[in-house]
């Protein structure tokens, strides 16, 4: 007896949740997404706000956007849409951007791990990015304080650093994040 097919959902499923629950869409599936904690979203923001002033400051065309933020992004194995909502999206082509998000691959990416995230940062994420050229994509996990670091000029070869260490962007030449800094929000996560 053959298993049954399993449902695929769109956009139009995402968009006919209830108000408040959030998920996302990857290769016609729905993962819902638990509410952040208090630590992630420290994270999420002193993040945001340390790559818009370098932007700002070097009067940069780049765009930041914290999550809740709409991303789509097209399979290019089986022409569905996917839609993700990264913690952090650099994008620096405004043709892109519209009133509802970003249509097509942001430059840069990070997400901040969440216990109920993990194996989707690491794994469908982590491929997801990769197939549709995001230039680079940052895997921050307060838990095991790390950050791993994919850049599609290094050929998406991970490279691990820890929160007592300088992290170089690879989009933008001049900006250096302290994850010393971001280790002082880490509490209990």
Not at 9 to 32: C, H
Not at 119 to 139: I, S, T
Not at 152 to 172: E, H, N, Q, T
Request: glycine share 6%; with cysteine; net charge negative.
């Amino acid at each position: 007896m053959p298993l049954p097919k399993q449902k695929d959902y769109t956009i139009e499923d995402i968009y006919a949740l209830p108000d408040g629950e959030r998920a996302e869409l990857i290769d016609g599936q729905i993962y819902y997404m638990a509410p952040p904690t208090r630590t992630h979203q420290r994270i999420v923001t002193e993040l945001t706000v340390v790559i818009h002033e370098y932007i700002k400051k070097n009067h940069g065309k780049c765009e930041v956007n914290a999550s809740p933020f709409a991303v789509f992004l097209d399979s290019l194995k089986d022409k569905t849409q996917n839609y993700v909502e990264p913690d952090i999206s650099v994008i620096c082509d405004n043709e892109k951007l519209d009133d509802k998000g970003c249509h097509g691959s942001p430059d840069w990416v990070i997400e901040v791990v969440s216990p109920s995230s993990r194996r989707l940062d690491y794994g469908r994420k982590q491929a997801l990015y990769l197939e549709n050229a995001v230039k680079e994509y940052w895997v921050v996990d307060a838990a095991r304080q790390t950050v791993t670091v994919y850049n599609l000029m290094d050929d998406w070869i991970p490279s691990i650093y820890g929160f007592a260490d300088k992290v170089r962007a690879g989009l933008f030449e001049g900006l250096e994040i302290d994850f010393t800094e971001i280790k002082k929000f880490v509490g209990g996560e």
